[in-house]
């Protein structure tokens, strides 16, 4: 009888990717927090900051919407 072991990494695509999209998504609550900071405290050039930090978070969010092909 053969005998063969299989090794499954820890460090799969899917857990990676698990991990990735929680980053993104804390990334854009800070934005938004960032955001209502700059808001209370009227400075409109924080306030920008933040709609183009918000913006950028949602480009890198848009590969996760789109279609997983595989």
């Known amino acids: 009888m053969i005998r063969e ?12 990717r698990k991990f990735d999209l929680w980053g993104w998504v804390l990334f854009v609550i800070s934005a938004l ?8 405290a009227g400075d409109v050039v924080g306030l920008l900051g933040g ?5 950028a978070c949602a480009v890198f969010l848009a590969s996760y919407a789109g279609v997983r092909k595989g």
């Open 5 to 16: 072991e299989v090794h499954v990494s820890e460090n799969n695509p899917q857990k990676n």
């Open 33 to 40: 927090f960032f955001m209502a900071s700059s808001i209370r």
């Open 51 to 55: 709609v183009f930090f918000l913006l």
